[in-house]
């Protein structure tokens, strides 16, 4: 180092890729460690999780419960709760809310979206008040159920999608991206004669394959996530999603009894059949989560204030 | 560089969405000027399909976040399910009463929201920051970027998944008790233990939320210029005088905005998480205002008075956010909305 300074062009001293200058050794030791245990906290859970619920029952037991690494995998838990009774059915209405859910949500989301950012829409700037403000206003739980109850929603799945069908935000994230579609294209198309349904179909729907996902995703997302609707609308349990029964038989620690569970051949332990449920109710998002990593900066950016 | 991309819709939507559509090419300005003149109907008469795209999601947002403003009058009624709205007798503004009356589950509700909000305001708020610095240190791409993927997961996990995951390790039959027992311990009642439920509360949060909030100032700290470095690098800075000269100073208007929007927010914290967790740690220890208007409305069927609350939390937690607003302009920020 001593011999650099004696060098007739200038020293310059070691930095980073990015022009920082390189942490002192006990900082990147403190920091490598930090990242270690953030990731370990993390990581963790999720593999008690999957190990209890393929664990068998001499070594539940043994545990008292969660166990870090199964020593005998089994799959009993997982066709336990597959044979029918109140977790496979749980399963069908989520699966159903999700997609039929995402589907509505899209269908009404994306025109809306489309139609604002075209400036021939007839009092555009009202409906874009209107959905501004809905992001403001948030009427409020008790008169927002009363709207449902009024609606006739009341006990129905239905009401787990129709009241959260179009989200504004994004609605403003579709919006955005609808608007940097470039101007010519429309023009040019209208010069040809094509009638705003032609344009939609033919020009922006092929452009716009991503943001469909992106949003598609985060409304499957919430559909598959929700649980506090379930418990305002729903007083029937046997509507009730996925994340109710999560709620009922893992957070509230009820016993799934045989008949419950459709009578199963063999009665894994309870810890074994409560992580199982909890790995069915993870692993949609788990599958969808590369897509969404793919996607989500530009998702979350965007409407990044109203986090 | 897709973050950079990213950065210019954030202006874009925060700035744009109230002001005038700026005219998007030289040829749409003359067509629009023209259609002004005409009349509505002429002009619906020749857009109706953009009117007939927009129609059904609007429909939905009034339905369900404009027509349910107006159910708020039963804040003002001795509101009874059965007689309805039209049936029910109006009483005025006696239901407020319990604001200034000082119902002590009410005020109990109060503070315990304010407590959250203050803890994690102190706690949660900065580890997002912390840990962004980190990652943006690191010289490994690939490092980061695993990092990132294991740490952004849980923010996708419902509360009830996170809540339960929290119960099974730490809870009285959970990993971490059986271990401290079968070592001869003796188990520790974390959850459950009003004592410690906002502590609780808050790293629950802190474990779903750290990694994804880290995206924000990622995304700043990959804007700052890296001639600043470079230079302040020749100028013989060390990496503590660069964070302190180069890199926090950077960061200076996104940390004001979020703290701002969190001051909008205050009145709101996690009800998803805390009604799930309610019944073992007890009222006392767990209710907040939002809990309150459910316990009180939904369960309790004391459905004027709730809706007095929810309400008057409604009004505030809109003032707090138009005020926040227009702290964020004082500071040169360009806020939620421009004028």
């Known amino acids: 180092m001593t011999a650099l300074t004696r060098r007739p062009a200038p020293a310059r001293r070691t930095q980073l890729r990015n022009g920082q200058s390189p942490a002192h050794p006990v900082m990147r030791v403190i920091k490598g460690l930090t990242l270690l245990i953030a990731c370990a906290l993390v990581v963790m859970p999720f ?20 166990v870090l690494w199964p020593e005998q995998s089994t799959f009993d838990a997982y066709t336990a709760v597959f044979t029918g009774g109140v977790v496979s059915r749980a399963l069908g209405i989520s699966v159903f809310v999700t997609t039929v859910g995402t589907a509505l949500s899209l269908i009404t989301t994306a025109p809306l979206a489309y139609a604002l950012s075209r400036p021939t ?47 504004a935000f994004n609605v403003i994230v579709m919006h955005s991206f609808f608007k940097s579609l470039p101007q010519e294209l429309f023009n040019s198309a209208k010069i040809d004669g094509a009638s705003e349904w032609q344009i939609m179909i033919k020009i922006v729907l ?66 074994a059949l409560q992580m199982a449920i909890l790995v069915i109710s993870i692993i949609p998002i788990v599958c969808v989560y590369p897509f969404l990593q793919k996607h989500f900066a530009k998702g979350v950016l965007t409407g990044a204030v109203k986090g | 560089m897709d973050v950079r991309r990213d950065q210019h819709a954030v202006t874009a939507t925060t700035t744009d969405p109230l002001a005038a559509p700026p005219p998007s090419s030289a040829q ?34 009034i339905l369900f976040h404009y027509y349910p403003l107006l159910g708020n009058v039963i804040a003002f009624q001795d509101y009874l399910p059965f007689l309805g709205i039209g049936g029910s007798e109006w009483v005025g503004f006696s239901n407020f009463a319990i604001l200034f009356n000082g119902d002590p589950a009410f005020i109990a509700a109060v503070r315990n929201t304010l407590v959250i909000t203050l803890v994690q305001t102190v706690f949660v708020f900065p580890a997002p920051i912390v840990l962004a610095l980190v990652l943006n240190g690191l010289v490994s791409e690939r490092i980061k970027r695993t990092v990132q993927s294991i740490m952004y997961l ?92 180069v890199t926090l100073p950077s960061m200076r208007g996104i940390i004001i905005l979020l703290l701002i929007l969190k001051l909008g927010d205050s009145l709101t914290v996690g009800f998803e998480q805390i009604i799930l967790q309610q019944d073992a740690v007890g009222i006392d220890a767990s209710e907040v205002i939002d809990t309150y208007v459910y316990n009180n409305g939904i369960v309790g069927g004391n459905w004027g008075v709730a809706a007095a609350v929810g309400l008057v939390k409604g009004v505030i937690s809109v003032v707090l956010v138009l005020g926040a607003n227009k702290v964020a302009h004082l500071f040169g920020e360009s806020g939620v909305y421009q004028k």
């Open chain 1, 121 to 167: 829409l007839v009092g555009r700037r009202l409906v874009m008040m209107l959905v501004l403000f809905s992001l403001l206003f948030t009427p409020g739980m008790l008169p927002t159920y009363l709207a449902v109850k009024q609606l006739g929603l009341l006990n129905s799945l239905w009401a787990l999608i129709i009241p959260t069908m179009v989200n």
């Open chain 2, 154 to 245: 849980p923010h996708f996990l419902s509360w009830v998944i996170v809540v339960s995951v929290f119960q099974q390790l730490l809870g009285g039959s959970g990993l971490l008790n059986n271990w401290i027992r079968q070592h001869g311990g003796d188990a520790l009642q974390i959850i459950g233990n009003p004592d410690d439920f906002i502590a609780l509360l808050t790293s629950q949060v802190m474990w779903k939320d750290t990694g994804w909030a880290t995206i924000l100032f990622l995304a700043v700290l990959s804007q700052i210029n890296t001639d600043l470095y470079e230079a302040s690098n020749v100028d013989g800075a060390s990496r503590w005088r660069q964070l302190w000269h």
């Open chain 1, 47 to 66: 593999v008690a999780i999957v190990s209890t619920s393929l664990a068998d029952n001499d070594q539940i037991t043994r545990a008292g419960g969660l």
């Open chain 1, 206 to 271: 092929p452009l716009s394959k991503a943001i469909f996902a992106v949003v598609g995703l985060f409304y499957g997302v919430g559909y598959w996530n929700s649980f506090f609707t379930s418990l305002l609308y729903l007083d029937d349990s046997s509507l009730w999603p996925l994340q109710m029964v999560v709620r009922s038989y893992v957070v509230g620690g009820s016993q799934l009894s045989p008949a419950e569970l459709g009578n199963p051949e063999v009665l894994p332990p309870q810890p």
């Open chain 2, 28 to 61: 749409s300005a003359p067509v629009r000027r023209r259609s002004a003149k005409r009349s509505l109907g002429a002009r619906l008469r020749e857009n109706w399909i953009l009117s007939l795209f927009a129609a059904p999601a609007l429909l939905i947002i």
